[in-house]
């Protein structure tokens, strides 16, 4: 080997080398996001994003925790950050927030935070986070608004410290515009205090490998990663391939229509066909599209490789402005993960032809995400008031050679929020919380199980419950011969019925029952293995 070729070789070796470690940065980014924070759909659920971004914007790392739709449409975001306020202008100490929907993580209720970090009084890269915030005033988190205003507090892209100091002016203005003043301006601090840890490891590792800037390991990292993509598409077909899929809706039913195309290094997905934007708040902003799509993507053709901008870059994704998947302003979002979330299904839908033996069966999908809010004799501070959380997951889709996955939450990832801690934030009293047997679809493999919760007040008070639901009209489809999942539910139990989206009463001593929806099976039951349906019968899975 010539010493050229050595010299090449160690450089390669070393940028793996920091590559791997700003993967642990941008962890320990993301997990002093979670401990750190007051809302219990962060420090509980893990529903955030973290990551690195080069001084072009682009995102070299990741942290592992977080969601894809935090963390894809933050991969834009930076961006946007980075256009109101250029990188001469910024300062060592400063700080930018928005929750502008269209230039954020896709809701009012996710604060996307960027810090840019200093090395020898010079500006090396950034970091930016994201967190689900549990109120941000308005209607609350639901589908019920018409626009984008009623929703809640809107944050334009702003400086929230100037050279280390916080505007005070703007975290009274946030925690007056909350019903839990206390814990937003908490994770706002934690938001702030994750990327200031990632700057001080970023520096920490520059030093240790004694470079200057990140120019050579951002293009490092963002052409190994496009190769490699592109090298996993090439194995596909190419060609054109459709799907579609009818979900719930809000005032009418909603049609999901996709067309993906192949190409050599490349694939697009357009979503012409697609329902027009609802008048309620489960419109889905581009962004947040092209973060579930590409996520699903990933996961059938690239799952093995790191998530970064070179990872993203062969991924193209449109829909029509005007779709339900492309909201303009003014439109109501503050529900978008009920349809955002289904999409990798309408992907997978797609390439089933394509790769028949990655492809799982549709699943629950969309979290069912249990709000409350009302009156509480539990609020600190003299605040009366509690809006609260539960989330909660169905069964995810069988899988070519496995089962389902029973109560997890896909493609989202966010854990289900512990009934002791829902209980000790909020006056709820959950009665029951187990799997619900035989919600899965039946097939050669099973879809995955979910639940059935009951809960009631905890105290003589009626409370709101802001429904955001999905898949109680439309199941999760089998595949090959699997029998789909089972649907959804909500109700007062022994009494009525309850719509599966927008805000609703339950009384005092009402008990709500809810069913969330199995995933479906994949394969005709007639080829189950029969130690498999015994373990089923004595596990009183179906």
């Not at 289900?416 to 029951?432: C, D, H, Q, R, S």
């Not at 999905?470 to 199941?475: E, G, L, T």
Request: glycine share 10%.
């Amino acid at each position: 080997m010539t010493k050229d070729k050595l010299l090449e070789e160690k450089k390669n070796i070393q940028n793996q080398v920091m590559w791997n470690r700003l993967l642990s940065v941008v962890e320990e980014q993301g997990q002093t996001l979670v401990r750190t924070a007051f809302s219990p759909i962060v420090r509980e659920c893990g529903d955030i994003s973290a990551g690195v971004f080069d001084l072009e914007g682009r995102m070299m790392a990741q942290a592992v925790t977080g969601t894809p739709g935090h963390v894809n449409s933050m991969a834009e975001s930076v961006k946007h950050f980075i256009e109101h306020f250029p990188l001469s202008s910024m300062n060592e100490g400063d700080i930018f927030i928005t929750n502008d929907p269209w230039m954020g993580t896709g809701h009012l209720n996710d604060f996307v935070i960027t810090t840019p970090c200093f090395k020898d009084k010079k500006i090396v890269g950034l970091f930016s986070c994201t967190s689900h915030l549990t109120d941000i005033g308005g209607l609350g988190v639901g589908p019920d608004a018409t626009d984008i205003h009623m929703e809640g507090l809107y944050i334009p892209m702003l400086k929230l410290a100037d050279k280390g100091v916080m505007d005070q002016t703007l975290l009274k203005l946030i925690s007056q515009n909350t019903r839990q003043p206390i814990e937003t301006e908490g994770d706002v601090y934690s938001l702030a205090a994750c990327n200031d840890i990632g700057c001080k490891r970023l520096v920490e590792m520059m030093e240790e490998f004694q470079i200057s800037d990140l120019k050579e390991l951002s293009n490092f990292i963002y052409s190994k990663s496009l190769q490699a993509v592109e090298n996993e598409i090439k194995k596909i077909p190419n060609g054109t391939y459709r799907n579609s899929m009818m979900i719930d809706g809000f005032e009418k039913d909603i049609c999901l229509e996709a067309e993906l195309v192949v190409n050599d290094k490349s694939i697009s997905v357009d979503f012409t066909g697609t329902s027009d934007k609802s008048k309620f708040g489960i419109n889905v902003p581009l962004s947040y599209t092209k973060a579930y799509t590409c996520f699903g993507l990933s996961c059938l053709v690239s799952a093995e490789i790191p998530n970064n901008a070179g990872s993203l870059k062969p991924f193209e994704i449109d829909a029509p402005v005007g779709s339900i998947l492309n909201a303009p302003y003014p439109a109501a979002v503050c529900a978008r993960h009920i349809i955002g979330q289904m999409l990798p299904d309408v992907v997978f839908g797609c390439l089933e032809k394509a790769l028949p033996d990655k492809v799982p069966a549709e699943g629950a999908s969309c979290l069912w995400n249990i709000t409350f809010r009302g009156k509480t004799d539990r609020g600190a501070n003299n605040n009366s008031l509690f809006a609260v959380t539960a989330v909660v997951n169905g069964g995810t889709g069988a899988r070519p050679i496995k089962d389902g996955l029973s109560a997890t939450a896909y493609p989202s990832g966010v854990k289900g929020t512990p009934v002791e801690i829902n209980e000790a934030v909020a006056p709820l009293l959950f009665l029951k919380k187990e799997y619900c047997p035989g919600s899965g679809g039946k097939g050669k493999y099973i879809g995955g199980l979910g639940q059935v919760i009951e809960i009631k007040s905890a105290i003589d008070e009626d409370m709101d419950l802001l429904a955001s639901f999905d898949r109680i009209k439309y199941p999760a489809r089998g595949r090959a011969g699997g029998e789909n999942g089972k649907s959804g539910t909500v109700s007062i139990k022994g009494q009525r019925q309850l719509n599966g989206k927008g805000t609703q009463v339950v009384k005092a001593g009402e008990i709500l029952q809810i069913f969330t929806p199995g995933g479906a099976g994949i394969g005709n039951y007639s080829e189950r293995d029969k130690t498999l349906i015994k373990n089923d019968e004595e596990n009183e899975l179906i």
